[in-house]
């Protein structure tokens, strides 16, 4: 049994760790008999914690891939004293996050330093520098360092080590085929429970369980990860059976959206069109400036001569409905309750960053304070959110819980990697790595649009992709460095 262990985790035979394998196992069975013999479930799990813990240690490449493909399955579970969790993901984050931590003190003088040094990564360490600040001055301390804990492993796992592990092609492929396969299944059963009741879009909620939220998140998941199915395809003939599944599966997830009544995800797979093509034809910066414009227009507008009680809702008329196109209509009358609810959460949070506009209110804190600041006239049936959502928009998020200088140095963050991004597609000539490039950058600037009108960021589905592109698009810009050089030093 020992040796079969040692096999398993490719552990040479007399290798030191060869006894921890035999320690594992007995710790395993002592647990077990004694969860069974005192009812306590918990304790028949710990070992298999350990175990993970220590494979991390060893080759925490093969915990990371089954972590991403966990990602697609994992479910939220309510744990007592108000906190959360999504199982399996999270809580190998915490292992992974532990062993990174690990492995780069033992291994600090060979991590390549430029990575750190990115603008990208000095951006984002100012944008984490200003949250630390707006943590400590906190409206709810302890509310603020529990997200200040999550955004740490969720920066370590998936920007920090994806920067680590995606520095080639082949392990890109191994991300997309690993997140792929359980994503594929859980949107088939998802697909096939919708089936069975006619596609119905008053019951679209009641399908999503257990693998997702809701109906926005199940779309918005699928939009913003088609990019990388749809690059991966290029890899196989056409016609191949891993082409087959991968083309089957892009089929599959658009018939998935198109079901999952989501005006966002609809939103997001012509907008990857249109910035495709605008990065293509050199035009992406000025199409970033041009819809900066407009939207600091509308938002000049909105606070000009109290020109937002405009927008205030008829409350007997705004509710959910019950029809799609019914929905479409009511949203162009302002009559639709999500995008109401919305709205009604906006207009607080305007009072609230007036109120605080240097330090916000602290990191995690707007739904614990919003309801202090809302007006009564925008008021909607769901305004007593037993749900417990958020704002609905994570760039005024940021400016409600981190002040003014915390929403700049977000967008700092995001422009970086955006122009950077745009810049180095240009400057890739191997296809595989352009396309590897493209499906990162893609990914990334969806995020960006759906960050409008949702507050993703922090979930296991989107959140991990929105900083594994990130460290991908890094890693690009770094090749393309290396490229230079090395072109240079042949030269003479």
């Not at 350990?50 to 990371?64: H, K, P, Q």
């Not at 590897?436 to 969806?446: P, R, V």
Request: aromatic residues 18%.
């Amino acid at each position: 049994m020992l040796q079969r262990l040692q096999t398993l985790f490719a552990i040479p035979k007399g290798h030191p760790q060869g006894g921890l394998v035999a320690i594992l196992a007995l710790l395993f069975v002592i647990c077990v008999s004694y969860s069974i013999y005192d009812n306590l479930l918990w304790l028949a799990f710990a070992p298999i914690g350990l175990l993970v813990l220590w494979v991390t240690l060893a080759d925490f490449r093969r915990i990371y891939f089954l972590m991403m493909a966990s990602i697609a399955t994992s479910t939220e579970i309510a744990l007592p004293g108000g906190f959360g969790t999504d199982l399996p993901s999270e809580p190998l984050m915490w292992v992974l996050t532990a062993g990174a931590v690990v492995w780069f003190l033992q291994n600090w003088r060979s991590v390549d330093g430029r990575f750190f040094r990115h603008p990208v990564s000095m951006a984002l360490h100012l944008h984490l520098a200003w949250m630390l600040l707006a943590a400590i001055n906190s409206q709810d301390f302890v509310v603020s360092l529990k997200f200040i804990l999550a955004k740490g492993w969720y920066v370590i796992v998936f920007y920090y080590l994806a920067g680590h592990i995606f520095q080639q092609l082949s392990d890109f492929k191994k991300l997309v085929w690993w997140f792929f396969v359980p994503l594929f299944f859980a949107v088939a059963i998802v697909v096939a429970r919708h089936a069975a009741i006619g596609f119905s879009f008053e019951d679209v909620e009641y399908v999503m369980g257990p693998f997702f939220r809701n109906h926005v998140m199940y779309a918005c998941s699928l939009a913003i990860t088609i990019p990388f199915f749809w690059y991966a395809t290029y890899w196989y003939r056409r016609g191949s059976l891993p082409w087959l599944f991968l083309a089957g599966g892009i089929g599959l997830f658009l018939v998935a959206i198109n079901f999952a009544y989501t005006r966002a995800a609809y939103v997001a797979l012509v907008a990857a069109i249109g910035i495709y093509w605008s990065v293509r034809l050199r035009f992406f910066k000025a199409a970033l400036i041009a819809f900066a414009l407009v939207l600091a227009g509308f938002i000049a507008f909105v606070r000009s001569s109290d020109n937002w009680l405009l927008f205030a809702p008829d409350y007997e008329r705004t509710i959910t409905h019950k029809r799609f196109e019914n929905l479409l209509v009511a949203t162009t009358r302002l009559e639709d309750i999500s995008t109401m609810e919305r709205v009604y959460r906006w207009v607080a949070a305007s009072y609230m960053v007036r109120e605080r506009p240097l330090i916000g209110h602290g990191p995690g804190t707007f739904y614990f304070y919003y309801k202090n600041y809302t007006v009564s006239s925008f008021k909607t049936y769901v305004s007593d959110n037993p749900e417990r959502s958020g704002i609905h928009n994570y760039y005024l998020m940021t400016l409600v819980e981190q002040g003014f200088p915390g929403l700049i140095f977000f967008l700092i963050f995001l422009l970086t990697v955006l122009l950077r991004g745009a810049r180095i597609w240009h400057q890739l000539t191997d296809g595989a790595q352009r396309r590897m490039h493209t499906a990162a950058f893609l990914c990334f600037a969806l995020i960006n649009l759906l960050m409008l009108m949702n507050d993703f960021v922090e979930t296991d589905k989107i959140g991990s992709f929105f900083f594994i592109s990130a460290a991908i698009i890094v890693n690009m810009d770094l090749m393309q460095w290396n490229n230079k050089r090395d072109s240079k030093s042949g030269s003479n």
